[in-house]
């Protein structure tokens, strides 16, 4: 890679910053293992994780766009680790900032870098889950909160269908689903009802945390030159 006063030049590079802090595509294991010890690091990450390194070790062979990371001055500062969800949307598993970049807008630069690539890949959306600390921060990137209910136990289902029933949300729910241990449900709030969930959370055996989607715009076609 060559470096000039005002940008690097490299193929690995997607998007070049004047502060220098380079979005990198992850390559190889080897550069996948040091990214996810970083992110492990700075989430906590439990080691019963179900997307833990052999499951993003998959990804990275069939859909490796979707993983990216930002390093300044050879270190690592953030990563991002994405992957297909359904046939047209991205799923962000982790989004994770080294502490001492906090606050300098390196997340930021993750999620712009995500959604380009988004668009690149003719992706229309992104869902994510949110750490409660990190919740204002997508709502400022025009990311939409969803409730998402999850009961403990198979044949729930109608609980969660009681308890949209008693506060006038049957028609708010956009997913729903029901296996032999859990029971789910995601509710499009429109906003960060802390209330709402509160109240979810009283029910038994149940984990709440709020989701968050986001609608990729296409640009549109530049109509075909007429000779």
Known sequence: AKRRRDTWTCDRVLS???????????????ELDKVYKFIETN????????????FYKKALKTSPQFLIYAEEDNEIKGALLGIPEGSDGIL????AVSEDSRG??????????????????EKKSILLGSLETSEKFYEKHAYLPKLF??????????????????YKLSNQISWENEDDSFSKIIIDTGKIDVKLQEKANKIPDSHTQFLFFKEILMPNKKPERMY
């Open 16 to 30: 070049p910053r004047p502060f220098f802090m380079l979005i990198k595509k992850i390559d190889n294991n080897s």
């Open 43 to 54: 989430l906590n990450l439990p080691k019963d994780r179900v997307r833990n390194l052999n």
């Open 92 to 95: 962000i598993g982790e989004l």
């Open 104 to 121: 300098r807008g390196v997340g930021s630069l993750l999620l712009n870098e995500i959604e380009n690539i988004a668009k690149n890949n």
């Open 149 to 166: 209910i999850q009961l403990t136990g198979s044949g729930r289902l109608n609980e969660l269908k009681d308890f949209t029933n008693k």
